[in-house]
């Protein structure tokens, strides 16, 4: 399972850090990935990055987010600067987790951001 946290409400131009935990019998996470989403729009990424360690970032967001992971705590985390309104929205992470069943995909149960203006 996924446990998300960190949401909350900020000003534009603020800053919030989310974090995502794996719990449970963990041999490997693969790539980890933080998606958002805002009532009657499709679930979007925002940042994702390998096991390697290599990143992706929606245009949106780059320059302002920043993804990362410590494997050795299971966790990934999402830094988020200079928010704007428009990054309002449901944060989901998501990851490939490997236990002794094999792989599997998991969601985080999503935490709310919301940037006023």
């Known amino acids: 399972q996924l446990q998300a946290s960190g949401g909350g409400l900020v000003q534009e131009g603020g800053s919030l850090g989310l974090s995502c935990a794996a719990s449970?019998?963990?041999?490997?996470?693969?790539?980890v990935a933080w998606y958002r989403q805002t009532p009657g729009k499709q679930r979007e990424l925002v940042a994702a990055?390998?096991?390697?360690?290599?990143?992706n970032y929606a245009d949106s967001v780059k320059g302002r987010f920043t993804i990362s992971r410590d494997n050795a705590k299971s966790t990934m985390y999402l830094q988020m600067n200079n928010l704007k309104p428009e990054d309002t929205a449901v944060y989901y992470c998501?990851?490939?987790?490997?236990?002794?069943?094999?792989?599997?995909?998991?969601w985080g149960q999503g935490t709310q951001v919301t940037v006023s203006s």
């Open positions: 449970g019998s963990i041999r490997m996470i693969n790539a």
């Open positions: 998501n990851a490939d987790v490997l236990r002794a069943t094999g792989w599997s995909n998991y």
């Open positions: 990055i390998t096991s390697g360690g290599s990143t």
